[in-house]
């Protein structure tokens, strides 16, 4: 009812005749409302009203994929980006990275103790942490990084046009503000212990840059730069925890080239539906 309030409001402002609601089932997803020139007295045509269903039918389809998309590419519970929108992300940064010859580093963290959160708590309780975790992870962003929910109780980030030392400074200034502000009275007097991270740290480093890369070496550095965060996220916790390992930098990777694979399995059209208000994409009718 608020929706067609504020529908109504804008419609009047914009001198509309029409106002037609976008729905997904019974879900309002919005409203088109149709104005013509205040000197136009013909009456709307049979013909215009076919035109109307169809193009209102059409963005009502365009408008629920969009939504049921962006859906698919975030994690329910703490509200991240989860990991198919990080594969897809990592092969748009990588291919950056070759092309322009910058580094890149990939960040993976793991709640130290999860397990006990769990236990001591039970999984509603465990859900707390994590949502508290991904809370404070977004706050200490830099504007340029990316924080994605991996998997359970692991986290990524994206830090395009960093190296190694540069990663190092960041998520160890993370971590002294993650352990200064990410544990409140509530969580300590629940769990009597303080959330920590072990964080492992990867970098990329191209010699220079260079043209289009294929998409095997893309792919191939992916799974290096993950394999390798992850090894120094274990590293960190088999030191004792709560503490970042920086793996040495790597500028190449070895591949072999597949010549019947030709598509990225993530591709940006998969990501990113097409303008529901597009309508060069339809065919005519003729009415």
Known sequence: ??????????AEKLNASIIIPLLDFSKVLGFLTISRRADTKKRYSQDDFLLLSFMTDKIQTSLANIYANEKAN???LTGLHNRRFLKYRLESEVTKSIKEGIPLSFIMMDVDGFKFFNDAGGHEEGDIVLCRVADMLIKLLRPSDECFRFAG???SMILPNTDSAGAGVVTERLKERFNAHANNDYLEEIFQIRV??????ATYHPEQ????PVLQEVLAIIDALEKQSDEGMYKSKNAGKNKVSVMPEFSKVKYEIDLNRKKLPLSKKDLNPIDPFDLSRFDPIDY
């Open 1 to 10: 009812m608020k929706e067609l309030v504020e529908a109504s409001e804008t």
């Open 74 to 76: 975030v994690d329910v």
């Open 153 to 155: 109780d692991e986290f």
């Open 196 to 201: 920590t991270l072990s964080i492992g740290v």
């Open 209 to 212: 840059a260079r043209d289009e």
